[in-house]
């Protein structure tokens, strides 16, 4: 194992879906018969059979010893990649990781250094497999003159794009605190324009008025 992130004995399933990628405009490998390999634990690698894979001015191919006849195509060397019909962004989306953003009523107050800088009735909370809850807020319950837009982004194949701010309390900033996806994919719509504070940086209250 080269790194703490590589997974000794990688798993491997077959991938029922049918999986293309595009340079350039060109088809560079259409597949309905490849295989998912969990290298690193968060997702799967997709590895193909040789055959899929165009071959004279193709991607460059990776093999498996494991896996004779299949090759993995990294995911920068292609443009456009689909399962199915529906474009993929960042890396291979996992099988077993589900997202649900629910709305809810609970009652979310979020401080720094002793500032509230969000209170809300009416949050959406995002469950994601293997990560924390992440309670989203709607813009009209954040004080958006403490916040300043910075250049950083950052993208999720199953959330897409986000936008980060930095929190400035009295003359302190603190760089990318919190987030939002204006424009998310598909199965995180319910979070689009909502404004969302990382846990670990901030003093998150669920439920105030009943805390002990």
């Known amino acids: ?32 018969r490849s295989k998912l390999v969990w290298e690193v634990p968060w997702y799967p690698a997709w590895y193909f059979p040789d055959g899929d894979i165009v071959g004279d001015g193709g991607p460059a191919r990776i093999t498996h010893p494991d896996l004779p006849g299949f090759s993995h195509v990294e995911w920068n060397e292609v443009d456009r990649w689909f399962e199915e019909d529906i474009e993929v962004f960042i890396h291979p989306r996992s099988p077993y990781t589900r997202i649900d953003a629910l709305r809810s009523s609970r009652h979310v107050v979020v401080e720094m250094a002793g500032v509230v800088v969000a209170d809300t009735h009416q949050p959406t909370v995002l469950f994601e497999t ?37 929190l400035t309390i009295d003359g302190i900033e603190h ?36 805390a002990s």
């Open 175 to 210: 760089p990318d605190i919190a987030w939002s996806y204006p424009t998310p994919l598909p199965e995180s719509a319910a979070v689009a324009g909502l404004i969302c504070f990382y846990d670990e940086k901030v003093q998150l209250h669920i439920d105030p008025q009943h």
């Open 1 to 32: 194992m080269s790194t703490n992130d590589e997974v000794d004995d990688p798993r491997v399933e077959d991938n029922p879906k049918w999986i293309r990628g595009y340079t350039a405009g060109r088809l560079v490998v259409d597949s309905k």
């Open 130 to 166: 293997g990560l924390p809850p992440r309670w989203y807020i709607p813009a009209v319950d954040v004080r958006l003159d403490l916040l300043t837009p910075t250049e950083t982004t950052t993208g999720c194949p199953y959330k897409g794009i986000a936008h980060y701010w930095a």
